[in-house]
């Protein structure tokens, strides 16, 4: 599909001239966006894309509002098939792979991602995605491992010249080329595969990906030209500005946060958040001059940004009257800007004039209470049960680090409560306190990704590991006081090695963005005092 230079952008160009990026606050992804305005002319084609999965089958449930989950991804996508607009899915940024669980290492969560990878895939596959740019953590257990999942799968893995050195066949193309309703497409996929010091997975030979791309795209006829990147913004800029590019896909991006359609010197740049949490969602169809951006999402981020500037200036403004000094024309000039902005929030609030090709996207994100694929929650409460019977038996003499002659052990919270039987009574109450049940009800308490977080020093000298978890079950007090055996000795006298202020840092181990999403650690500091608990006994 030819384009035009990019004058064709007008809707979106707002977005640059003002420096726009339709953020949202507190870190948290957009609600899902409005649908596509109804005046536009029907889609040739529906583009569902997710980017950094990072093998994500679901959330944590420890998040105020978990986003995700593999099965009502399945169940939106379903949903969005049966509209009936012809419907390509992709995906972009790592893929099956996290790296290594919170709290472990790579050796010993090798068989837990394997069989969790395992499934993402071929869920991807039962998914009908066409293609994916993989990046550097889907080799974080190696290349081999990597060619065979790949080689298993129905979706393309695109990643213009690399290749994995002795395999065969390749788990590497360059073009996917599919028939989308009454559309030739082809699929060019950039990886950038190196990991945060600059350095290839080992076995893994690389080129320049947009070199690679633009040759592979050579002689390649087709009615639209998708371009998968995993890589950083600047690798994404490039691709868009390639002339044979309509679209691009961007994963690898490190930030969370969900964007409107990026457009700058070149193709549209499409983003869709990490982990699943949702999808972007892109109707579009052909016709001079390129794809104009028609979203509804982006005039919405354009329309806050005025909004903010003309609200900004009108205080000011206000300022400026009650000021004796101010100039009478330079007055007149700035009420003149603030009419101005206005004008352009009036013409943002009307629909986009369409006269050649769009594209409309949208975000839908995927909260805890969209529905989900029953078929698919199955297979992933097997997984669970599969991976926690696994790890039970190889684990199995897996025991705590001794403790160093002399030095503390953890006693666990029951042998607190003999003195501090207010305390314990608190705690018993609050989620610490039931922390491990969770997991258990969850089929999830052998699990490495999690079982960290719900126990008492786990992995620590005279603590806990995943199968030996005995007194030291749930958050507790240990957890945030330290190992207790010295005092719990000589309970009578003055306190050693107690912590009786525990630090931010002690938190935030386990409550870290990913998990926590809220946490504020003064205002759960005081959440935590109870009678007995840091308040006089009542």
């Not at 160009?13 to 409005?34: D, I, K, M, N």
């Not at 089958?57 to 098939?81: F, M, N, V, Y």
């Not at 490039?238 to 002339?243: I, N, T």
């Not at 949490?277 to 329309?303: F, I, K, M, N, P």
């Amino acid at each position: 599909m030819r384009r035009r230079p990019p004058a064709f952008f007008a809707v979106a160009a707002l977005v640059l001239l003002t420096g726009s990026g339709g953020s949202c606050s507190e870190g948290r992804q957009p609600e899902t966006t409005p649908p596509p305005a109804t005046s536009l002319p029907p889609a040739e084609l529906r583009l569902v894309v997710v980017t950094d999965l990072d093998g994500y089958l679901e959330p944590c449930g420890c998040t105020s509002r978990p986003l995700g989950g593999i099965d009502r991804l399945a169940h939106q996508l379903a949903t969005l098939r049966r509209e009936g607009t012809p419907t390509l899915f992709v995906a972009a940024g790592n893929l099956l792979f996290q790296g290594a669980p919170h709290g472990s290492d790579l050796e010993r969560a090798r068989d837990q991602e394997r069989m969790r990878a395992e499934t993402v895939r071929e869920i991807l596959d039962e998914l009908e995605l066409a293609a994916a740019a993989p990046g550097p953590l889907d080799f974080a257990f190696g290349a081999e491992r990597f060619s065979a999942l790949a080689g298993a799968s129905r979706a393309a893995m695109l990643a213009a010249g690399a290749r994995v050195e002795g395999s065969e066949p390749a788990p590497f193309g360059s073009v996917r080329r599919v028939r989308v309703g009454e559309l030739d497409v082809a699929i060019v996929g950039f990886a950038d595969l190196r990991d945060a010091s600059g350095a290839l997975p080992a076995g893994v030979a690389a080129e320049d990906p947009v070199a690679a791309g633009r040759a592979a795209l050579e002689g390649v006829e087709a009615d639209l030209v998708v371009a998968l990147v995993s890589g950083d913004r600047r690798l994404a800029r490039r691709v868009a500005g390639l002339p044979r590019v309509d679209v691009v896909v961007h994963g690898g991006d490190d930030e969370a946060e969900v964007r409107p359609p990026s457009v700058g010197e070149g193709a549209p740049i499409l983003h869709a958040g990490r982990h699943g949490r949702g999808l972007t969602v892109v109707d579009l169809r052909r016709g001079e001059g390129g794809l104009a951006d028609a979203s509804e999402w982006t005039r919405e981020a354009q329309r806050a940004h005025v909004r903010q500037r003309a609200e900004a200036l009108e205080a000011r403004i206000a300022e400026w009257a009650r000021d004796s000094s101010t100039a009478p024309a330079d007055l007149a000039a700035q009420r003149g800007r603030l009419a101005e902005l206005r004008r352009e929030l009036d013409a943002l609030a009307a629909p986009p004039r369409v006269e050649g090709g769009y594209l409309s996207a949208r975000h839908v994100e995927l909260p805890p209470e969209a529905p989900q694929a029953a078929e698919f929650t199955a297979r992933m409460r097997a997984l669970d049960r599969r991976v926690n019977e696994h790890n039970r038996d190889i684990f199995a003499s897996w025991m705590p680090e001794p403790a160093a002659e002399g030095a503390p052990r953890y006693v666990g919270s029951e042998r607190c409560a003999t003195c501090h039987a207010a305390a314990h009574t608190w705690w018993r109450g609050h989620a610490h306190g039931r922390a491990y049940a969770t997991l258990e009800q969850r089929d999830k308490n052998f699990n490495l990704s999690c079982v960290g977080c719900h126990v008492t020093g786990y992995l620590e000298p005279g603590g806990s590991t995943v199968t030996h978890v005995g007194p030291l079950a749930d958050v507790g007090c240990e957890s945030c006081h330290g190992p207790g055996s010295m005092h719990a000795s000589r309970p009578t006298a003055a306190p050693v090695n107690v912590v009786r202020a525990p630090e931010e840092r002690t938190c935030r181990g386990c409550h870290n963005p990913e998990h926590s999403d809220r946490f504020d650690f003064s205002t759960y500091r005081q959440m935590l005092l109870a009678p007995g608990h840091g308040l006089p006994p009542t």
